[in-house]
C-alpha cells in the first residue's frame, strides 16, 4: 500500500462529500426541499440554519439517506444514495432531531447495540462505549436504564451513539436542544476536536451563537430554498452592518421622535419595544441621539451577529 | 480496516440480533407466563374438562380430551405470541420509541429491518411451541417422533398470524386496532378453530369460515403430527395454506414497511 496522505479518500472519490444539484423532496404536493444546491467539503463544518419549518431536517435526512430524494442530484461520499444506501451509511453517524434511544435498555448497551449494526466486534464496541461515556459524561449512569435520565442526558447519549462507529461524517440535527449550558460547551469542544481530527460535520441549530462558533459554511433556509450561504463573517459583512444601536424608550412617542435618527443609519427598524438602528458606526448614532435630547431610558451599542442577519433574511413574525 | 477481514454479518441479522438483545435483557417479565400458561390451560381444559368430556362420550376423534386439545392449545399459543409480537413491539419500533429508525440511520435497509424482525418471531415461536411441546411430552401425550414437527408447525401457525399483521400494524398511527384485532380475530379464532371440539359441529355454514382460517389449518397439523401418523397430502395443503398466508403477508409487508419508513 502506498503511503496515502488522507486516509479516508478513496481513489476516485470527489472532494467534496456531499454534493447536492437541484435537491428537491416532497411530501405529496407539498414542497419541503425545492431545489437547492450546495456542496459540502472534507473536513469542514457545514451549517444550516432556518426557520421552524424550513425544511432543514427533510435536507438532512437525504443526506443520511434515510429519505428517497424526490428530485435533482444527491452524491454523499461519492455515492448516490438511492443505490448506496447501506455503503454509505456505514460511514455516516447521525444526531437525529427526535431521540431513537432504547428507553428499556441500559445507558451501556443502547451504545453496544447500535455498534452492532455497523457490525463493530463485541469487545470493540464495549471499549468505545466506555470512551464516549466518559465524553459525554454518562459514566456513572451506564448501568441504569435511559428511561428516567433527562432530556439532556439523552441528548447526550444520542450524541455518543452517532460516534460509535467512528463516522466520516456526521450529521447533527438541533445536537444541543436541551442541553445546558455547561453540556453545550462540552459538546462544542469535542466536535471542535473532531474536527481536527478530519471529520465532517453537518449541523442544524437554532442558536445563532453556536451556529457562529461551530460552522465554517453555512445556509440559511427558508421555505425551502437558501436565502443566504457563507461563512458566518462573510454573512454578517454581506447583509448586516458592523454595529448595531438598540435605544428604549419609555413611551411610543419618544420612539417615533427618535425616528428622525434614521438618515444616521444605514437600515433603522422599529419593534414594539426599541428602536434598531444599523451602522458601522454605532457610537456616532448613541452620541447624537443624546445630543438631540431624545433619552432613550436604555442605550447601547453591540456587534452585529448572525442572529441579525437570520432575522433580517427570514423576517421577525411567525409565517407559518 | 484490516487485511483479515472477518466475513460480514448480513443486515437482517443485525436487526435480529437488537430483538435478540433486548430479549435477553427483558425476558423475566415474559418467562412465567409461558411456561405457566401451557400448564394452565392443559390443566383446566384438558384434565378439569377432559375427565368430564371421556366421562360421557368416551373419546374425542379416538383419543382422551387431553390429547385432543394439547397440541390445538400448542397452535393457539403459537397465534397468541404470533399477533401479539407483531402488534406493540411494531408500534413501538415506528413511533414510541423509534428502534427502527435508529436502525435505518445504520448500514440497515427497510427490508433488513422487516427481515430481522420477522426473523426474530421465528425465534420466539419457536421457543414457545418447543416450550409446549415439552409440557404436552410431560403430560405424556407426546407418542412418535413424528411429534417434533410440530415445533416448525407452531412456527408456521404464528407466523401466518405475524407476517399480515405486521404489514397491518405498520399503516397504523394509534394502537386502537390491535384490540379490535384481539377482539374480532384471536378470541374467536381460539373458541372456534378446532382446539375444544371438531369444527364439524360447527353450524354447515360456518364451517367453510373455520376452514379459511389459518388456526384451523395450524391446529390440525399440530394435533396429527403430536398424535402421530398424520397424513401427507392433508399435511401439506395444511403447510402450504400456511406458507402462502406468510409470503403474502411478507410482501405486503416489504410495501408497507417502505411507506411508513422510507419518507
Ligand atoms: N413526513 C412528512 N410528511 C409531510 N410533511 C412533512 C413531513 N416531514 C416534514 N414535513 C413538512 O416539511 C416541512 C419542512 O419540515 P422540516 O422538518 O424539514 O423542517 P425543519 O427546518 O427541520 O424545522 P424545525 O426547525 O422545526 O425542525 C414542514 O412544513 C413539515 O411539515
Ligand atoms: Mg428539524
Known amino acids: 500500500m502506498p503511503s496515502a496522505p488522507h486516509p479516508a479518500v478513496a481513489p476516485g472519490e470527489p472532494a467534496p462529500l456531499v454534493v447536492a444539484r437541484g435537491l428537491v423532496k416532497r411530501f405529496g404536493e407539498f414542497l419541503a426541499v425545492d431545489g437547492v444546491d450546495f456542496e459540502i467539503r472534507r473536513g ?6 432556518g426557520p421552524n419549518g424550513a ?63 455497523f457490525d463493530i466486534p463485541r469487545a470493540v464496541a464495549r471499549e468505545r462505549a466506555m470512551e464516549l461515556l466518559d465524553f459525554a459524561q454518562l459514566t456513572e449512569r451506564a448501568r441504569d436504564r435511559v428511561e428516567p435520565l433527562s432530556g439532556g442526558m439523552k441528548r447526550r447519549l444520542t ?51 453556536e451556529a457562529e462558533q461551530l460552522c465554517d459554511r453555512l445556509v440559511i433556509m427558508d421555505h425551502g430554498r437558501f436565502a443566504a450561504e457563507g461563512s458566518p463573517r462573510e454573512l454578517i459583512g454581506r447583509y448586516s452592518t458592523r454595529e448595531v444601536v438598540e435605544l428604549r424608550f419609555a413611551t411610543h412617542d419618544d420612539q417615533t421622535e427618535a425616528l428622525s435618527l434614521a438618515p444616521m443609519a444605514q437600515r433603522i427598524e422599529a419593534l414594539p419595544d426599541r428602536l434598531l438602528l444599523y451602522s458601522d458606526e454605532g457610537d456616532a448614532i448613541l452620541t447624537e441621539a443624546h445630543r438631540r435630547g431624545y433619552a432613550p431610558v436604555s442605550g447601547l451599542v453591540r456587534r452585529s451577529t448572525l442572529e441579525d442577519v437570520f432575522l433580517r433574511l427570514t423576517g421577525r413574525t411567525l409565517v407559518d | ?46 384434565i378439569g374438562l377432559g375427565s368430564l368430556v371421556d366421562r360421557h362420550v368416551h373419546h374425542v376423534a379416538g383419543v382422551s380430551y387431553l390429547a385432543f386439545v394439547g397440541p390445538g392449545l400448542l397452535a393457539s399459543a403459537a397465534m397468541q405470541v404470533g399477533t401479539s409480537e407483531a402488534t406493540y413491539p411494531v408500534m413501538g419500533a415506528i413511533k414510541w420509541i423509534r428502534t427502527y429508525f435508529a436502525m435505518l440511520a445504520t448500514p440497515l435497509r427497510v427490508i433488513d429491518v422487516l427481515t430481522g424482525h420477522l426473523a426474530w418471531i421465528v425465534v420466539r415461536l419457536s421457543m414457545v411451541s418447543g416450550i409446549f411441546l415439552g409440557v404436552l411430552a410431560a403430560f405424556g401425550l407426546v407418542r412418535s417422533w413424528e411429534a417434533v414437527l410440530a415445533l416448525p408447525a407452531g412456527v408456521l401457525t404464528g407466523l401466518a398470524f405475524s407476517a399480515p399483521i405486521v404489514a397491518f400494524a405498520a399503516t397504523q398511527e394509534k394502537d386502537a386496532a390491535f384490540s379490535i384485532i384481539y377482539r374480532f380475530g384471536v378470541v374467536p379464532l381460539f373458541l372456534f378453530s378446532g382446539i375444544f371440539f371438531p369444527i364439524t359441529l360447527l353450524p354447515g355454514w360456518l364451517q367453510p369460515v373455520a376452514w379459511a382460517t389459518p388456526l384451523y389449518h395450524g391446529v390440525a397439523l399440530c394435533r396429527s403430527l403430536v398424535l402421530g ?7 401439506v395443503v395444511h403447510a402450504a395454506y400456511l406458507l402462502a398466508l406468510i409470503a403474502a403477508g411478507y410482501a405486503l409487508a416489504t410495501v408497507t414497511y417502505r411507506r411508513r419508513l422510507s419518507v
Not at chain 1, 44 to 49: M, V
Not at chain 2, 14 to 26: I, P, V
Open chain 1, 44 to 49: 469542514e463544518c457545514f451549517g444550516f440554519l
Open chain 1, 55 to 117: 425544511g432543514k431536517t427533510s435536507t438532512m435526512r437525504m443526506i443520511a439517506c434515510m429519505s428517497p430524494v424526490s428530485g435533482g442530484t444527491l452524491r454523499v461520499l461519492g455515492m448516490d444514495p438511492a443505490t448506496d444506501g447501506p455503503a454509505i451509511r456505514s460511514r455516516l453517524g447521525l444526531v437525529p432531531q427526535e431521540d431513537s434511544l432504547d428507553l428499556e435498555l441500559t445507558v451501556l448497551d443502547n451504545l453496544i447495540v447500535y455498534a452492532r449494526y
Open chain 1, 159 to 209: 450524541i455518543a451513539r452517532a460516534l460509535v462507529s467512528r463516522p466520516d461524517l456526521i450529521i447533527l440535527d438541533e445536537p444541543t436542544t436541551g442541553l445546558d449550558p455547561q453540556a453545550r460547551h462540552l459538546l462544542w469542544d469535542r466536535l471542535y476536536r473532531l474536527k481536527q481530527e478530519g471529520v465532517t460535520q453537518v449541523v442544524t441549530t437554532h442558536y445563532m451563537e
Open chain 2, 1 to 46: 480496516m484490516t487485511g483479515s477481514r472477518r466475513r460480514a454479518r448480513p443486515l437482517w441479522l443485525r436487526s435480529l440480533g437488537y430483538w435478540a438483545f433486548q430479549y435477553k435483557r427483558t425476558w423475566r417479565s415474559s418467562v412465567t407466563s409461558s411456561f405457566l400458561e401451557p400448564l394452565l390451560f392443559l390443566t383446566a381444559m384438558g
Open chain 2, 229 to 235: 401418523g398424520a397424513p401427507l397430502g392433508a399435511s
